[in-house]
């Protein structure tokens, strides 16, 4: 097949359009930054946190919604091993949101953090820290390569243009373009990407339904007639393995610091939890077309095609299926429209990707360990030299052999069982400390891997109830094993937090041991207040006999030397100085009064 010069044309246009974008957005950050008092890591990071509501609801929709998530819904409805009941990304989605609004915005933005870690950082100090830092960044870098893959197989199946040139020159775009405007670029650019989606996804759909090649959806919905039904089934013995997978796209995404970089640029806390809110409705707008997508392709006669036979499922090419059906089943137009929706995702996701990285490194690392009197010039300079490490690396596993649904249940997998119940304890649970976190890091890590994984070939050595074979042979965990392990390492922070602070406490092991300091961290107690008014009630009773014994003998002594006139003189002094006295003890009493009645609801017993 010929290079489609007329798709290549529109590609390019396409690159150019999101390139001058990042420009003019650049030229914005660069203004914002001239009149605004934040720092320049805080405009280049979090725009100055004054991203207006639009905007942040596009952005945020935006990261969610990339290569990944439009292939892979497209993937998992068209494989007959799974269906669209697997297809679980947009129902998610909505569930991740809202529990994103209602719970992790408000303190996140009310806190002023700068990224996901900073509440790490401030509660078990930099070592532990930086120890959490390396899931998240590796995450991050998948996430990178699944986007990449996407779109380098997309253009590769329309265009017939290089795997590898198409995702070298998207990488460079994506990257130049982050480089410049940091998150103005990559929001502005959002709502270009997110507004062709959207008009992209939505004008191929009726092509396809109405294609020659394809059967109703809705007879093959429930019926075997190409292949197996679309909608796919959940056999009882695999609702544990449905239901951990639905478990961890809705909460795994709550773990990641792309997320939080848009909560934490919002003007305000409550327009963090609108834009939340939103993004719900769009996810689930925009995961629609992929769904349908992947069932006209298993609704299709693929060997009436000029694809012909074996089928992309049987050719392993169901990673591929959404740019295969575009090529077959569409006129020409239609499909480079959809190449440029495909495009634009992946741009929306690769760029959040590249910022989340370059933000942890030059805040949490570079700034806050390696060089905390750092000049604003030099934050700079590291979060340039972060988004093209990043970039780098994420462009080079797009050359390993994997489809898009192994990057993307991966990174997700690492965010959900490692990250997210330390996410939780930390911004919920006061008792939580270094020493719960430690152990609950490494109760997650080990038994992740004994766990096993099939998507890298990682057999399990941990076998939980109802582990076999599946269908291609292969032994698979269908118990809920990452949810278990969520549970196992949320409760070992907890527990193991609770002993350390009753060790310390009770002083089993000596202070000098408590390499985490959590006893000087830790707030006072009530009863350490109560006993302070019970002392500043005796003092004052001794402050009140000491002035009435020196009054006694002042008056004394001015009775003996004579002058009676100098003698009321003096007592009228006295009882003025010590009724000012008594004022202001009186008034430091109603100050430690309020103080103490303010910790004591800050901190209940």
């Known amino acids: 097949?010929?290079?489609?010069?007329?798709?290549?044309?529109?590609?390019?246009?396409?690159?150019?359009?999101?390139?001058?974008?990042?420009?003019?957005?650049?030229?914005r950050a660069k203004m914002e930054e001239r009149n605004s008092i934040a720092d320049c890591m805080e405009i280049t990071l979090l725009a100055g946190r004054n991203i207006n509501l639009v905007v942040g609801i596009f952005t945020l929709t935006a990261t969610w919604v990339g290569g990944g998530f439009i292939l892979g819904i497209a993937e998992a409805t068209y494989n007959p091993t799974l269906g669209a009941v697997w297809a679980l990304m947009p129902v998610p989605y909505v569930v991740t949101f809202f529990l994103g609004g209602f719970f992790f915005a408000k303190p996140m933005r009310e806190n002023q953090y700068v990224t996901m870690m900073d509440p790490f950082q401030q509660t078990y100090g930099n070592v532990l820290s930086t120890m959490l830092i390396l899931p998240t960044l590796v995450a991050d870098v998948l996430w990178v390569a699944r986007t990449l893959i996407s779109l380098g197989g997309t253009l590769s199946v329309i265009?017939?243009?290089?795997?590898?040139g198409s995702?070298?020159?998207?990488?460079?775009?994506?990257?130049?373009?982050?480089?410049?405007?940091?998150?103005?670029?990559?929001?502005y650019t959002d709502v270009i990407q997110l507004v062709l989606v959207f008009v992209s996804?939505?004008?191929?759909?009726?092509?396809?339904?109405?294609?020659?090649?394809?059967?109703?959806?809705?007879?093959?919905?429930?019926?075997?007639?190409?292949?197996?039904?679309?909608?796919?089934?959940?056999?009882?013995?695999?609702?544990?393995?449905?239901?951990?997978?639905?478990?961890?796209?809705?909460?795994g995404g709550l773990a990641y610091q792309a997320f939080y970089q848009r909560i934490l640029s919002a003007a305000s806390s409550t327009q963090a939890q609108v834009t939340c809110f939103a993004s719900s409705f769009f996810c689930l707008v925009l995961g629609i077309p992929s769904v349908l997508i992947?069932?006209?392709?298993?609704?299709?006669?693929?060997?009436?095609?000029?694809?012909?036979?074996?089928?992309p499922y049987e050719r392993n090419q169901a990673g591929a299926i959404l740019p295969i059906a575009l090529q077959y089943l569409t006129p020409t137009a239609v499909s480079i429209l959809g190449i440029g929706a495909v495009a634009a995702a992946v741009m929306s996701s690769m760029d959040s990707a590249l910022l989340s990285s370059a933000s942890l490194i030059s805040s949490n690392i570079y700034k806050n360990i390696v060089r905390k009197q750092a000049s604003d010039r030099e934050i700079q300079w590291v979060i340039w030299i972060s988004v093209v490490v990043v970039g780098l690396i994420g462009t080079a596993l797009t050359f390993k052999e994997s489809?898009?649904?192994?990057?993307?249940?991966?990174?997700?997998?690492?965010?959900?069982?490692?990250?997210?119940?330390?996410?939780?304890?930390?911004?919920?649970?006061?008792?939580?400390?270094?020493?719960?976190?430690?152990?609950?890091?490494?109760?997650?890590?080990i038994m992740r891997l004994l766990s096993g994984e099939p998507l890298v070939n990682l057999p399990p050595a941990i076998q939980f109830p109802g582990c076999r074979l599946n269908k291609e042979g292969i032994l698979t965990q269908f118990f809920p094993f990452r949810t278990t392990i969520v549970v196992i390492s949320l409760l070992s922070i907890l527990l193991f937090s609770w002993l350390a602070s009753i060790v310390f406490d009770k002083g089993l092991l000596s202070?000098?041991?408590?390499?985490?300091?959590?006893?000087?961290?830790?707030?006072?107690?009530?009863?350490?207040?109560?006993?302070?008014?019970?002392?500043?009630?005796?003092?004052?009773?001794d402050n009140e006999e000491d002035d009435e014994g020196g009054y006694e003998g002042d008056d004394e002594d001015s009775y003996e030397g004579g002058d009676e006139g100098d003698d009321e003189g003096d007592d009228e002094g006295d009882d003025k100085d010590y009724d000012e006295g008594d004022d202001e003890e009186a008034a430091q009493a109603e100050q430690l009064l309020a103080t103490t009645t303010g910790l004591c609801h800050q901190y209940p017993p």
């Open 294 to 311: 992947g069932a006209v392709a298993a609704s299709t006669d693929w060997n009436s095609t000029s694809y012909g036979l074996p089928t």
């Open 201 to 251: 996804l939505w004008l191929c759909v009726p092509f396809l339904l109405t294609n020659p090649h394809s059967v109703d959806i809705s007879l093959t919905a429930y019926n075997q007639i190409y292949q197996a039904p679309w909608v796919g089934m959940v056999e009882l013995d695999e609702a544990g393995k449905w239901f951990d997978n639905f478990m961890l796209l809705a909460l």
């Open 167 to 187: 995702i070298i020159i998207s990488s460079v775009v994506a990257i130049v373009y982050t480089l410049m405007g940091g998150l103005y670029s990559v929001a």
């Open 159 to 164: 265009l017939d243009v290089s795997y590898g």
């Open 511 to 541: 202070k000098k041991w408590d390499v985490f300091n959590i006893t000087a961290s830790r707030a006072p107690q009530p009863q350490t207040l109560t006993s302070n008014d019970e002392n500043y009630e005796d003092d004052e009773e």
């Open 1 to 27: 097949m010929a290079v489609n010069v007329l798709g290549v044309v529109a590609m390019v246009a396409f690159y150019l359009l999101i390139l001058g974008t990042g420009i003019w957005a650049s030229k």
């Open 403 to 445: 489809s898009v649904l192994v990057f993307w249940m991966v990174g997700v997998d690492m965010s959900y069982t490692i990250m997210f119940p330390q996410l939780v304890c930390v911004l919920f649970f006061n008792v939580s400390n270094g020493y719960g976190a430690t152990i609950g890091y490494m109760m997650g890590v």
